[in-house]
């Protein structure tokens, strides 16, 4: 009877704390911000610029000392292809990287005097292609055009030089072996379905350690608890107040998880193959993970900047050391594949991508998922460890306040 009282007990407390915790996160325009305005709007924004998924009309500029019908040719089958548009012929090589150094062109095709006399030769010619590599998709759009066409013009030219007698022999010299590229995950190739899964997990991380961190420095700042009275009964266990306050976060974030891995890839046509049900197992460890990982960086802050600071820093890199995007994770050197273990989005975003990308199910992501669930524990023992500090602190300080009153 004496445990289900104090059960009894403890769950009340943590019930007042999430109620001054919601309290207090709709008074902070700040926190309201980050938990609410911030993944509602920021994801349909990152969406919406990158809709398109892929670029076309690439401009490039051409430099053509050859003036021959292959060297036209190889220019109107690149200007034809989507990719690519050819935005002006320039006289040499310096007029034409003056407009690129301007961007206002992309790139250079540059094709020698000698084009057409090497190939009547049967000698390899060579055309050279100048990239702005600033942006890697229009390198990409610049520079595989240019490799298509050439390809296709040399297996052209190599049909007609070998005096075939019928057509199904040109086609099975210019073709031997005929394949399909089929890219898998991402069909259209596009790199919005690449980028956004990722980012998508990393806001709810971010905004959810912003909004928890800034809510502490406001407390510190206000002194909330620092008085001359005992600290309230209700928040005398660190057990009730981690407990009370993860359920404030929880159903905030309850609803914009939700929103932000259903409701996003769909609105925008993103890959989104995986299972509901195993997306929200997976995503009940990642939000507990980030909750407790948030409330343990608050304890960290002293003032409202020092977590924007510190955690608008930290974004990019954690992005590309996820291991999932941009680099993959075998490349990472160990040092800093420990270091990104210890975020709870490094697991969140392969996890998310494998089940939401590649119609994987929970079990082919149980490494993920059981290294959130420790996460987690570790986080909220750390977690509960550090409020107990504060506690202490809290009351010590309070008792020293009010002997030099009582001395006074």
Same mark, same amino acid.
């Not at 490094?346 to 992501?365: P, Q």
């Given at each position: 009877m004496?445990i289900?009282r ?9 019930? /007042?704390i999430w ?19 911030v ?10 610029i990158?809709?398109n998924? $892929?670029?076309r009309?690439?401009?490039?500029? $051409? ?12 220019? *109107?089958?690149?200007d034809?292809s ?5 935005? +002006? ?5 310096d007029?034409?990287?003056?407009? !690129? ?23 390899? +010619?060579?055309?050279?292609?100048y990239?702005?590599m600033? !942006? ?5 759009a610049v ?7 050439? %390809?296709?013009m040399?297996s ?11 057509? *199904? ?20 190739g596009?790199y ?11 806001v ?13 420095g406001? +407390?510190r ?17 660190m057990?009730?107040i ?23 890839? *769909?609105?925008?046509? @993103? ?10 197992l997976f %995503? ?7 909750? @407790?990982f948030g409330?343990v ?8 900047e020092?977590? =924007?600071?510190?955690?608008? @820093?930290?974004t ?33 975003? *392969?996890g ?5 990308? %590649? ?20 986080y /909220? ?6 409020y107990r500090?504060q506690? @202490?602190l809290?009351?010590r ?7 030099? =009153?009582?001395?006074?």
């Amino acid at each position: 009877m004496y445990i289900f009282r104090n059960a009894l007990e403890a769950l009340k407390d943590a019930c /007042f704390i999430w109620r001054e915790e919601m309290r207090q996160v709709v008074k902070d325009e700040g926190v309201l911000i980050f938990f609410i305005l911030v993944p509602l709007f920021y994801p349909l924004l990152y969406s919406w610029i990158y809709n398109n998924e $892929v670029v076309r009309e690439v401009p490039v500029v $051409v430099v053509d000392d050859s003036h021959s019908s292959l060297s036209r040719t190889f220019i *109107r089958q690149c200007d034809a292809s989507p990719d690519v548009k050819i935005l +002006a012929y320039a006289s040499d090589l310096d007029e034409a990287q003056s407009l !690129l150094s301007r961007q206002v062109a992309r790139g250079i095709y540059y094709l020698p005097s000698d084009f057409e006399t090497h190939i009547n030769r049967m000698e390899p +010619a060579t055309i050279s292609v100048y990239c702005d590599m600033s !942006l890697m998709l229009c390198y990409k759009a610049v520079y595989q055009t240019a490799q298509t066409v050439s %390809m296709q013009m040399g297996s052209n030219i190599t049909t007609r030089l070998g005096q075939h007698y019928t057509t *199904r022999e040109e086609e099975i010299a210019s073709r031997p072996l005929a394949f399909e590229e089929v890219p898998i995950f991402n069909p259209t190739g596009g790199y919005g379905s690449f980028i956004i899964p990722a980012v998508l997990m990393l806001v709810i991380q971010q905004t959810l350690v912003l909004g928890i961190g800034l809510s502490a420095g406001t +407390a510190r700042e206000r002194n909330r608890y620092r008085n001359l009275i005992p600290i309230s009964r209700h928040y005398g266990g660190m057990f009730r107040i981690v407990g009370g306050k993860a359920m404030a976060y929880f159903m905030i974030y309850a609803v914009m998880t939700a929103y932000l891995i259903f409701i996003i890839p *769909r609105l925008f046509g @993103f890959t989104a193959i995986g299972n509901r049900s195993d997306l929200a197992l997976f %995503m009940l460890p990642y939000l507990l993970d980030c909750i @407790f990982f948030g409330m343990v960086v608050s304890c960290l802050v002293r003032y409202r900047e020092n977590v =924007m600071l510190l955690m608008v @820093f930290i974004t990019i890199p954690l992005l590309f050391i996820s291991g999932a995007i941009s680099w993959p994770q075998s490349s990472i050197s160990g040092i800093w594949q420990g270091i990104s273990w210890l975020f709870p989005s490094t697991f969140g975003i *392969r996890g998310y991508i494998r089940i939401n990308e %590649m119609g994987g199910t929970l079990a082919n992501v149980l490494t993920e998922y059981y290294v959130l669930w420790a996460q987690a524990l570790a986080y /909220f023992i750390l977690a509960c460890l550090v409020y107990r500090y504060q506690i @202490f602190l809290t009351r010590r300080e309070a008792r020293l306040r009010l002997n030099e =009153m009582k001395k006074q």
